[in-house]
Structures are given as structure tokens and as C-alpha cells.
């Protein structure tokens, strides 16, 4: 898959820089060419020669190298690859990637190319969430680096949170899916979180759904190469990179923004859309008076965004998947929902209070088809993405 790619690795200096060698396996595993930029502080981590027998090539580290500078000029060691990949990227590095430093070969090499970046961000978490940091990786993603990571976890330092280094078959994925994107040619809609009702100025019905899921299904289409476009309702999830973002709050704004996303080749409905909204929205804050009456909501049913698009007469996707969040029986339900709505699968996964599927991290589902019924080990939210999306790839195929 990768077969020819040439990858310049920029090792910083980060307790993760170990990693850096097992992604190099992989990678030539997989037939790329790797060529290795070693920091000073990187060197602290993992030696040169390391780094050379993996990669079976030499490690660049200076910058004014007479040896170096005669065999390939700085400039030219980023020009030759096809993708620069900064592993780990610690909070130094982005900062002087962010301000367009070149105080040593690697941050020269990243300014002089003109090849697509991806970083693999890796530091404690407080440095992750500080402000500058922030600052820096908004300002690196506008100038168009690609981000893998950071995963939440354990820290090195003792700490828990984001910040951890994406594993190297994660960053692996995300070089793949580089090379893959907008290859592929196809287009994908996913919806995604609750979608927000309004009862007057102030007030709306909701529900738990964090996003997660349709979140992950988006950023794993991305990966694979679709032409994305993610439909959400209101969440805290951040952004997949790639994909193009459509923020709506009710069911019948979600339902204009998926028409207006058609034609597309698969449709995933992952939004936890409310089933009703009050019938008459009203137009000031409802006051609560003495003597008067509780106010009565009277509810009327919102449009089924999964049905509608499964039923189109005229360009129909061709793969429309939809979600079944059941609390019971929940193949059995999910089988009749399949039918129900008219879509051609279903990820039916269990809600029921304890499996912490609402708002947590991983997910038990059921893949579910006219003619088969698969369940999937539990997973993260990010593992089922993935999985689903690699099936929908064959079956387009
Ligand atoms: N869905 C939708 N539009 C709606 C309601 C649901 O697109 N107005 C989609 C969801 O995104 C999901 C699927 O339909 O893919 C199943 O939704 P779910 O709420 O689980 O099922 P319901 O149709 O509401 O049925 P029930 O309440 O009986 O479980």
C-alpha cells in the first residue's frame, strides 16, 4: 500500500521517540522509504543507530554538517519525500514549527518544504492544555499539518490525559489514509450527536448523546479517502480533521443539511435524533405565573432523516447504515428497525444503564444485514469507526 512512499521521519526529543522505531518497521513493512531526522534532543531518547538499522538508511542530525550538506542538502531532504512525519511531536517542536523557526535541521526541513506534514503530538497533559499550545496547533492546523493524536491515557510522567502518543498502528493508519485520501472517489454523510429542540428562547428537549460514535465514524471515513461531510448536532467533541463540518441543532435542520450534502455514495445515520419536538416553538421565554396553569408541551414528531434518505426514489446511496440504540432484545429490535426504516444495515449496539455506551469511550455492537447478524467484540468508539468503515469499503468495492 505504501509501496515507494518516501516518509521523512523527524524524531523530537520525547520519551515516545521509542515508538518511532516500531513505526519504522511498519512502514517498511509495507514498502516505504524511510529516512530518519534525528533532534538533539531526540537523540536523548533513542540513538542514531537505532534509528539507522531500522530504517536502513543514514540519520541526518546537523544542521551545518559539511558531510551531510555535500551528500543532500537540507533543502533536498525534504523535497525528496512524499510526507514529513514528526514523531514525537512535543510541545517544543510544534511551537517552533507554529512561529516558522529553523534553529536546527529538522524545523529547517519543515520550513523549507513544501510536502504535506503530519505530526504524532506527544507531551504531559498540562502542556497539552496550556493556552500556547493550543494557540500553536491552531495555527499549525490552518496552515494545513495534518494531526494524528494525541491519545487520552496514562502518562509517562504519572498524569492521565490527553497527551499520550498515538500508537505507531494509528499513526500508520493515518500515513495510509494520507496516501489514500480523495483516491478513493467516493463521498460519505455521516450524522452525528443529539439534535437540540427548542421549546421558547431559552429551553430545548436533548439527550445524552455525546457524539462520539458519529464522530469517529467521520474520522475514519476521512482516513479511508471519502469525500466527508459530518451533520451534527451540539457536542463537545472536537472536529474530525478532513472532513467538512456541518453544525445544526434540530432534527429539521439536520434533515436540510443532509439533503443539501446528496448525492453521496453511503450514508451513516449515528445521530441520536430527538423523535419529537414541541408543535409550537414559542417565541418568548414561557413564564412561570401564579394561579395560572402549568404550560402543557404538546409534542409533534420530527421527520426520520435515516427513513427519508433510505426511501429516496432518486439518487439514493448506496449503502444507507443506520444506528439502533436498544436497551433490551436488542438484535431482535435492531432487525425490525432495519426493515422499519428500509436501510441496508444496522449497527445496533446496547444502551442499557451499565454498559456506559452513552458518552463513554468504547461500544458493543451488532453489525446487522438482511441476511446476517455479526456481533463485534467491545471495542472503542474509534475501533468500531474504523471496523465499520473498512466493511463499507468492500462492500462499495
Ligand atoms: N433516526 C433518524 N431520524 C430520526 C430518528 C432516528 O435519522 N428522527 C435514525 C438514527 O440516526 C438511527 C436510527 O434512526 O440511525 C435509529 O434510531 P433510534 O432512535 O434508535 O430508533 P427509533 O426510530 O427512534 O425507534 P425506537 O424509539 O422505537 O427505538
Not at 542538502?73 to 517542536?93: C, K, N, Y
Not at 507554529?98 to 526541513?109: F, M
Not at 419536538?277 to 395560572?292: D, F, I, P, S
Not at 404538546?298 to 446511496?317: C, F, H, S, V, Y
Amino acid at each position: 500500500m505504501l509501496s515507494g512512499k518516501r516518509i521523512l521521519l523527524i524524531i523530537a526529543g520525547g520519551i515516545a521517540a521509542y515508538k518511532a522505531i516500531e513505526l519504522i518497521r511498519r512502514l517498511r513493512e509495507r514498502g516505504a522509504a524511510v529516512r530518519c531526522i534525528l533532534t538533539k534532543a531526540g537523540a536523548e531518547f533513542v540513538t542514531p543507530l537505532s534509528l539507522s538499522a531500522v530504517s536502513g538508511d543514514k540519520v541526518y542530525g546537523e544542521l551545518f554538517s559539511l558531510t551531510d550538506e555535500a551528500e543532500m542538502g537540507h533543502i533536498q531532504l525534504s523535497r525528496d519525500a512524499d510526507l514529513l512525519v514528526v514523531v514525537p511531536a512535543t510541545a517544543d517542536i510544534l511551537a517552533r514549527m507554529a512561529a516558522g523557526l529553523a534553529n536546527d535541521l529538522a524545523t529547517t526541513a519543515l520550513l523549507a518544504t513544501d510536502k504535506p506534514v503530519l505530526v504524532a503530538p506527544a507531551m504531559n497533559v498540562r502542556m497539552w492544555l496550556h493556552p500556547a499550545t493550543q494557540r500553536n496547533i491552531q495555527q499549525l492546523q490552518s496552515d494545513g499539518v495534518r494531526f494524528v493524536g494525541p491519545a487520552e491515557g496514562d502518562m509517562a510522567c504519572g498524569e492521565y490525559g490527553p497527551g499520550r502518543m498515538s500508537e505507531p498502528a494509528e499513526i500508520l493508519g493515518a500515513i495510509e489514509g494520507f496516501f489514500t485520501a480523495g483516491s478513493n472517489g467516493l463521498r460519505a454523510l455521516v450524522t452525528s450527536g443529539p439534535t437540540h429542540e427548542a421549546i421558547d428562547p431559552v429551553r430545548f428537549i436533548a439527550n445524552r448523546s455525546s457524539g462520539k460514535q458519529g464522530h469517529a465514524i467521520a474520522a475514519a471515513f476521512a482516513a479511508r479517502g471519502f469525500a466527508t461531510t459530518l451533520v451534527s448536532g451540539p457536542t463537545h467533541e472536537p472536529r474530525p480533521q478532513g472532513v467538512k463540518f456541518v453544525g445544526v441543532e434540530s432534527a429539521r435542520d439536520m434533515l436540510a443539511a443532509c439533503e443539501a450534502a446528496l448525492p453521496v455514495d453511503v450514508v451513516v445515520c449515528a445521530a441520536a435524533v430527538a423523535d419529537w419536538r414541541v408543535a409550537v416553538e414559542a417565541n418568548q421565554k414561557l413564564k412561570k405565573e401564579k394561579g395560572k396553569p402549568l404550560p402543557v408541551l404538546t409534542l409533534a414528531e420530527n421527520p426520520d432523516i435515516l427513513a427519508t434518505i433510505a426511501g429516496l426514489k432518486r439518487g439514493r446511496p448506496r449503502l444507507v447504515v443506520g444506528f439502533a440504540a436498544e436497551t433490551e432484545r436488542v438484535v431482535e429490535h435492531a432487525r425490525a428497525k432495519l426493515a422499519r426504516k428500509g436501510c441496508d444495515w444496522i449497527v445496533a449496539n446496547d444502551v442499557s444503564p451499565g454498559t456506559g455506551t452513552f458518552g463513554g469511550t468504547n461500544n458493543t455492537v451488532h453489525l446487522i444485514s438482511a441476511d446476517r447478524t455479526e456481533a463485534w467484540p467491545q471495542a472503542t468508539k474509534e475501533q468500531v469507526g474504523q471496523r465499520l468503515v473498512a466493511r463499507i469499503v468492500e462492500a462499495l468495492a
